[in-house]
């Protein structure tokens, strides 16, 4: 396994040579958004990389795009497609790597100009990293849904027929999707209390524990997406918390779904990883006994279509003791992004590059300490979770922040998504 | 009441000069995507005006912004606000009148100078007139919702509890959004056959009879908008149809609403009334008997919340012979734009300029021949809706027309939004 001479990657770092994930920065000489990767407790900031006499013979597919690292998304990036993508990890790879081809580049440079390429994570400000046209959060976490539903509907019609069926989804809203670390105030809404319609602010706010999953390239309208293309289709992932105003939800969803409810926040990493860091890290997704064959559009070549990712949930108390309320796997999905984007795109729905998709809340088959929602957790605010002190929550309280945190992979090739995090200001 | 010199200007014409509706053009000289406004069965290309040495002096707030109507959408001019529209539909009003102060610019220039600025409609070709960041549809129309809740869920639970206290509606999908005249492909979907699911070309293809709402300034996340001030928050309106697989959408729509039943397509209109042009023609909405006060962010201080606009659907089919199926009007809604932005932005939702509301299907009280979709008129497909020549349709075929008219005022001062027109073409 190949290690870097980057000074600040350790053995268990979660951007390691494996990963090497894509975000958007601005650093103390450069206020204008712009491209970077992690490595280690660095970032190697691409726009000034693109500036090196070297660039376009070390990455050809760029050449004739030598502005793309300098733009205020990852967007033009994305658009260039996954073949290209790979081909800027492999030389970004070897550029980090310590038996790198080019050390003059970077690893043998003079020091001055070594530190204006790679920087510390701490001194660089995170942006949100693509902009999305549209986002779409699926549902395709069976035990969350399964669990949910008993809530919602008791267990008899807690899966609805079409949910083995169809990848259920509804579209969610762009405009307030932002990146991890900003603030997200406590809804107002409507909601009914004692039978009575009445409005204040949410007494139930829940966090949703997602991956979400950003559009490389997409589709004309009109055509569509067939699930074996559909790969070809993803840029990459990023944690994501879908924020969940409950009582405002129980009272607007029928029968249009879910709106108030989320659209006041949706948190998602900072740090890409992109489609091919992920791909050694294949698994089955859920299996449920007696299921028959799917439609022929959704069925898929491969056994393997989710990841195993580890995922935590971390709930810090405005005080500022954190405890570990949640740890799950990405594994538990019942359909795999290749078939959210098929469906989604079977009526010729067109995605756009940057399109965002949430994989619906991901909690375990087991007890509270594996649930991706404080709502299951709680059994829909029945019981509550024990927090470090004897603290203890049902839903968020104000100044209450949420840290979603995921990897794979072991020690010196860890394969991690960086902090999804946010913290509930009052209303 | 002001008269215009240009000559298209006839007293029927639905674009009169208290109309103005701004719209994007490109025209046999210049295929960039620029702004105009429709004036008779012409167009008066801003972009040409623009550089008349004159424009500065006469747009004065426009000074500042001398490419805003070079732009390929109007956002840059929406973002301007009311009170800037509100002036330039005033000095526009001003040129194109009879009695204009300024003779010289439009009316008494060189026929070949104003050949240039001043088009016939037929020679320009018109697309999508704004950059739409979020689209939202919302089901206002309190017939509508009553008549589609028998069908799906019978009287007695036809209309939700929560209907009569908040606007309720769904995010939709903002990249399948298309001007006028663009092609609409029958969707692929998966429905339910005789109890089975099962994969094919909607068999149940239906429009929605909708008035549209484009934003002009917006609210920052985490702030709300008050109802009182969102008539400010709002560039125009357009035509809209929601075009919607009936089967589809029965077989997905639990329990996170539609889905793939309506993000395969949505057309508007491609000239944007501006608020301004409807203030003429306010009127109250529908009056539920019994109804009890609204929460208090949902009251408004003015009855007459809703506009007087007459609405009509043609059904053109194959064979080219055209039927007007349903004559309605606008007023039929129980929510107003300003509500549906003051509950929408509740939780600080943040919207942006150009961000598109449907207002939800508008139907009348009465039969088939006032309903906004052929769901409604078919009572879901039981019964047929007569056309030209003993044609019939229950739902829509393969190469059918549905083109939507709207209009108020009288002759001589029409106030209209041109065509909302879609073809159907095969899956
Ligand atoms: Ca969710
Ligand atoms: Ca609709
Ligand atoms: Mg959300
Ligand atoms: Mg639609
Ligand atoms: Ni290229």
Redesign the interface.
């Known amino acids: 396994m190949a290690t870097s001479w980057v000074p600040s990657v350790t053995p268990t770092t979660e951007f390691s040579l494996a990963n090497l994930p894509f975000g958007i920065i601005t650093t103390p000489s450069d206020p204008s958004p712009h491209a970077a990767v992690a490595i280690g407790a660095s970032v190697l900031d691409l726009k000034v990389l693109s500036s090196h006499p070297a660039f376009p013979a070390l990455f050809p597919p760029l050449a004739a795009h030598p502005d793309v690292f300098a733009q205020p998304t990852l967007n033009a990036f994305a658009a260039l497609g996954r073949p290209v993508h790979r081909q800027v990890r492999a030389a970004l790879r070897d550029l980090l790597s310590t038996d790198t081809a080019h050390p003059a580049v970077l690893r043998d440079a003079p020091a001055a100009e070594r530190d204006r390429v790679l920087l510390p994570q701490s001194q660089v400000h995170m942006h949100l990293p693509m902009q999305i ?2 986002y779409t959060d699926f ?1 395709a976490g069976y035990h969350h849904a399964y669990r949910v ?1 008993c809530l ?2 008791g267990p008899e019609a807690a899966l ?1 027929p ?1 949910y083995t ?2 990848p ?9 999707v ?1 990146v991890s670390g900003t ?1 997200i ?1 406590r ?4 909601m009914l209390l004692d039978g009575e ?3 204040g602010p ?1 007494r139930r706010l829940d966090f949703e524990l997602e991956l979400g999953c950003f559009v490389a390239r ?1 589709n004309r ?2 055509e ?1 997406v067939g699930v074996e293309e559909a790969e070809e289709c993803i840029f990459g992932y990023v944690l994501l918390n879908d924020w969940s ?1 409950r009582d ?1 939800q129980a ?10 409810a989320k ?3 949706t948190t998602v990493g900072a740090w890409v990883v992109l489609a091919d860091a992920l791909e050694g890290f294949r698994t089955r997704g859920v299996q449920v006994e007696g299921r028959g064959e799917v ?3 959704l069925r898929e070549g491969r056994e393997e279509a989710v990841f195993d990712v580890r995922l935590e949930v971390d709930l810090t108390t405005p005080e500022g003791d954190t405890t570990t309320i949640s740890r799950t796997n990405a594994k538990h999905l019942l359909w795999s992004f290749p078939q959210m984007i098929a ?2 795109t ?7 590059t940057g ?1 965002l998709l949430g994989s619906g809340t991901i909690s375990g088959p087991g007890g509270p300490e594996e649930r991706g929602s404080l709502l299951e957790m709680t059994e829909g605010g029945k019981k509550e979770v024990l927090l470090y002190g004897m603290d203890a929550r049902k839903f968020l309280k104000d100044g209450d922040t949420i840290t979603l945190r995921g990897w794979c992979g072991q020690d010196g090739a860890r394969v991690g998504f960086g902090e999804c995090r946010g913290r509930i200001y009052s209303a």
Do not use: I
């Open positions: 046209g549209d549902y539903g919602f509907r609805q079409n069926h169809l259920v989804g509804y579209h969610g809203r762009a405009s307030s932002v603030g105030r809804p107002t809404g409507q319609p009445t409005t949410s997409g309208m009109g569509k105003a405002v009272w607007e969803y029928v029968p249009l779904g879910p709106f108030c659209n006041f926040g439609q022929g559009y469906h989604h079977l009526g010729g729905c067109p995605m756009r399109d």
